[in-house]
């Protein structure tokens, strides 16, 4: 016998530990790849607004410079919009729908790899605008011109090129995801699942998809315009040689409302999944919820302008974008009351899954409100472009999006790696930022009644705004304090590897992703059962359970 | 006795958290839990828009945040195995109507608010006399034409209880007008004109700041509108602008980036810059901007009039400017 042995063939370098997911067209890879980029943006977007906020703890700091203060918030913004909310809900979606609907792998695995890497390129080619000559982009993640024009005044260097550029990338990005997910969800579902069998999930990044391309190519054209202002001299929003500026507000707006859809709509969807599976029922009104969210879809395109109120529109399309506006909260409200129901008469089981999705209601629902003293206009008039708006966005994206989103880690957690995370830091990790939000976000409701416009980098009043700002910071160090405590969670459950191993369904859920071993084979499936309900999983649980041992 | 006594002790402690918590908002009431103290009819109209959604919001709220609690409490797991089913219910039809209908019904209520506010806050009373005034955003100060051509920077003067109908334009870069107490904002786009009122219900000075992102000195636009009585105002614009046209233009507009006394700061120091002597030379600096290698200056007085140009110059030679010492190697 030979002392070494020699493999029977030639292995590929593409097998390497690390050359295989660089390399890799599955879906689950890719999925796992988008989240785990997404949170690394989302801890370096963190990291930008903790710095701002502690800026902000006191009248007339000098951590920042005012000129950094201005790069510092575009970033943040642009980071966490474009490089952690919107990619890491295309990860969940690259991971699950396949599973979720009982598909080998997407439609196009290629496409999807593709995808994955311009979303890569786009957030090097973004944050490369911090070593441009005259500094990262500084003119706020609308980009409004003329700021945002190649002028010595304005944004003359290159910091604004790279985030326009990236914004490009990220768009295609989002755009060959999309049409991958619409083929796949189109075509590619198990025997028996039919529309209304589908997991809300799907439902929801469904839409998500659609809005993505429905949306994406007015800010494509929007930055593109810009882009030629700023490098061939061209004057679309240059109004002294006949530009327009309130056209490039359109443009913006027209995607950049329904991108606060695309933004939450895939999280509601993780919600509906999660929420049933630990009340132990189904959901309460599945037909009402799978239409409220096309329903938010179709309106989320005709409310634009509500951003534009102190643009001086006139009362005519002041009014129209008021009503649409109003409009948008009834299905929203389905959606609320709906969920409520799915609880009521459960048998509720806290951990840690459910309680961002319960937190993630709590929070929604305040952000919802506070929404609707902005779309009635001669309100916004005096709200907008203040804190208040700053609180209820975040009220929105981070107590809506980001809680969902941890909830959904929580939940699928298993599912990609096979282990638990750890419960008792899970606690932690949810009561920590619960309170540290409320902390940071509640009072920056008082201070934007109180005149404190949004994108100042300092202030010069003491009392109210001083103690407002400050409980604000501080709340923003206890939010740091619980993501430190998720990255704990992740080290020890999958480095330290102390996770308990979880079996293919921990949670005993309702859908086909949990039919597959966790972490799922290659082929995700051998066979899939025919679906025959919204639940195919707790069926197949009761057949089990009614046959002769 | 001290048994009913002791029974009801937690409901009057409850009434006295209660009374003290709605006294301390009382008391709070410009403490941010609504926009500040009116000043203006278009703003007190806003803020009866705003207690109207804030009325039917918090019973929304409490409703479903309420149910949120009681639900969590009453349904939650008590030791019942994962297995434990709760009840099957997929959905109810009337349940669904109701939740859609009254939410509309609220949605109409509000909607009606607005409107039937609208008009006394988005126009002036139709007798009044207007005094036109044109307010125009720069980077990074407010300056105000008055209807005989006098010019204030940062600082606007009003009669009070007489409408003041404001042209907001800009130059530069979009800005926005807010003073929160005076109404809502209006943008200042380059391009268009727009247009908002006020009229000064008391005297006193209200202050704002710029709330469109507008460059590096953003957070120092501020503005402040001084309501007064006619003849004060009519002094201020007749004869205080004339004599201090000169002293504001340096500290509201020059002073931002290059120091009070020309000391330098963000922008270079240009105390002792003899360009400070040179009327023509200054004017093409201030009017046209500038692009050196240390930054950008910009063309901060783009649209003035020559006597803004004169005020200036003759300010800033008299009170600014400061020979080098002889034999000095620096400035310049």
Redesign the interface.
């Given at each position: 016998m030979a002392a070494r042995s020699e493999p029977a063939y030639p292995v590929s370098w593409k097998s390497g530990r690390v050359a295989s997911w660089l390399v890799t067209v599955d879906h689950k890879r890719i999925g796992i790849l988008y989240i785990g980029t997404s949170l690394m943006w989302f801890v370096a977007g963190g990291i930008l607004a903790v710095l701002m906020r502690s800026q902000l703890a006191t009248p007339g700091e000098h951590l920042l410079t005012?000129?950094s203060y201005?790069e510092v918030?575009t970033m943040h913004g642009t980071t966490m919009i474009f490089l952690v909310v919107v990619p890491i809900l295309a990860g969940f979606g690259n991971f699950l729908i396949p599973l979720m609907i009982g598909a080998r792998d997407m439609a196009f695995p290629r496409l999807n790899a593709l995808s994955y890497w311009l979303f890569v390129l786009g957030g090097i080619v973004l944050w490369l605008s911090w070593l441009s000559k005259g500094g990262a982009a500084h003119?706020?993640w609308w980009s409004?011109p003329?700021?945002s024009e190649n002028?010595?005044?304005?944004s003359?260097g290159h910091g604004q090129d790279y985030w326009i550029v990236s914004l490009h990338l990220l768009s295609l990005s989002s755009l060959l995801s999309a049409i991958n997910f619409i083929v796949t969800i189109h075509n590619m579902r198990a025997p028996g699942m039919s529309w209304m069998r589908m997991p809300l999930f799907i439902w929801a990044i469904y839409t998500y998809a659609l809005l993505l391309l429905l949306a994406l190519p007015a800010i494509s054209a929007a930055v593109t315009l810009l882009l030629l202002d700023r490098t061939v001299g061209t004057h679309f929003f240059i109004?002294?040689q006949g530009?327009?500026?309130?056209l490039y507000q359109h443009m913006f707006w027209f995607f950049g409302h329904p991108e606060v859809y695309i933004m939450v709509l895939p999280v509601f969807g993780m919600i509906s999944e999660i929420l049933p599976v630990f009340?132990?029922?189904?959901i309460?009104?599945?037909?009402?919820v799978a239409f409220s969210t096309i329903g938010i879809a179709f309106f989320s395109m005709l409310v634009w302008a509500h951003h534009m109120f102190?643009?001086?529109l006139g009362?005519g399309l002041d009014?129209f974008f008021?009503?649409s506006s109003?409009?948008i909260?009834?299905p929203t409200?389905?959606k609320?009351?709906?969920w409520?129901?799915t609880?009521?008469?459960?048998?509720?089981?806290?951990d840690t899954p459910m309680l961002f999705a319960?937190g993630f209601?709590?929070l929604f629902?305040?952000g919802g409100?506070?929404g609707?003293?902005l779309a009635?206009?001669?309100?916004?008039?005096?709200?907008?472009?203040?804190y208040y708006v700053v609180a209820h966005f975040h009220y929105v994206l981070f107590g809506g999006s980001a809680f969902g989103f941890f909830g959904g880690l929580y939940y699928w957690w298993p599912k990609m790696f096979g282990r638990m995370l750890d419960e008792r830091l899970g606690k932690w990790h949810f009561w920590l930022m619960f309170v540290g939000f409320n902390l940071t976000f509640l009072?920056q409701?008082?201070?934007g009644?109180?005149?404190m416009?949004?994108?100042?980098?300092?202030?010069h009043h003491g009392g109210?705004w001083e103690v407002?700002n400050l409980i604000s910071t501080i709340g923003s160090g206890v939010m740091t304090i619980s993501i430190l405590v998720f990255l704990v969670n992740v080290w020890q459950t999958q480095i330290a590897r102390k996770g308990v191993r979880s079996g293919n369904d921990p949670?005993?859920a309702d859908t086909l992703e949990w039919y597959t071993t966790s972490p799922p084979p290659p082929q995700n499936f051998d066979s899939v059962p025919y679906v025959t309900s919204a639940r195919p999983l707790r069926d197949l649980r009761r057949r089990l359970a009614e046959q002769p041992q | 006795m001290p048994c009913g006594l002791r029974r009801k002790l937690p409901s009057v402690v409850l009434a006295v958290l209660v009374a003290l918590a709605t006294a301390g908002v009382a008391a709070a009431s410009n403490g941010g839990f609504t926009p500040v103290e009116p000043a203006s009819p278009g703003a007190s109209h806003t803020l009866t828009a705003y207690y109207v959604i804030l009325a039917f919001t918090s019973v929304i709220f409490v409703i479903v945040e309420g149910l949120l609690v009681v639900f969590v409490i009453k349904y939650r797991r008590r030791g019942r195995a994962r297995e434990v089913e709760g009840a099957q219910v997929h959905g109810h039809t009337r349940l669904e109507l109701i939740w859609t209908v009254i939410p509309v019904l609220i949605l109409a209520v509000i909607g009606v608010t607005v409107f039937l506010e609208l008009p006394d806050i988005r126009s002036a009373p139709a007798a009044a006399n207007p005094i036109r005034i044109t307010i125009v955003g720069h980077q990074y100060y407010w300056q105000f034409n008055y209807p005989n051509g006098a010019r204030s920077i940062g600082t606007l003067h009003a009669p009070v209880d007489r409408v003041v109908d404001l042209k907001v334009l800009s130059p530069d870069v979009i800005h926005s007008w807010w003073i929160p107490a005076l109404g809502g904002k209006i943008q200042a786009i380059p391009g268009r004109s727009n247009h908002i009122w006020f009229e000064a219900t008391k005297e006193g000075s209200f202050e704002g700041q710029c709330a469109q992102l507008c460059g590096v000195f953003h957070a120092s636009m501020l503005a402040t509108v001084v309501a007064q009585s006619d003849a004060a105002y009519q002094h201020f614009v007749n004869v205080t602008t004339r004599a201090t046209l000169g002293q504001q233009e340096w500290s509201g507009v020059c002073a931002t980036c290059h120091g009070n006394l020309g000391q330098g700061g963000y922008g270079p120091a240009i105390a002792n810059n003899s360009l400070l002597t040179q009327p023509s030379a200054l004017e093409g600096i201030v009017r046209n901007g500038f692009t050196g290698t240390q930054g950008a200056m910009p063309p901060v007085g783009k649209w003035w009039t020559q006597a803004q140009m004169a005020a200036l110059a003759t300010y800033v030679k008299r009170h600014i400017y400061k020979p080098a010492p002889v034999g000095g190697t620096s400035g310049g």
């Open positions: 005012k000129t201005n918030l003119a706020g409004y003329t700021l002028f010595p005044w304005a003359p109004p002294s530009g327009n500026l309130v009340s132990r029922k189904p309460f009104g599945y037909k009402a102190t643009t001086g009362t009014s008021m009503i109003m409009i909260a009834v409200g389905i609320i009351f709906n409520l129901a609880t009521w008469r459960g048998n509720l089981i806290f319960i209601i709590a629902t305040m409100l506070s609707i003293f009635a206009f001669p309100v916004d008039w005096q709200l907008a472009d203040s009072p409701h008082m201070l009644l109180l005149g416009a949004r994108r100042v980098y300092t202030y109210l407002y949670w005993l | -």
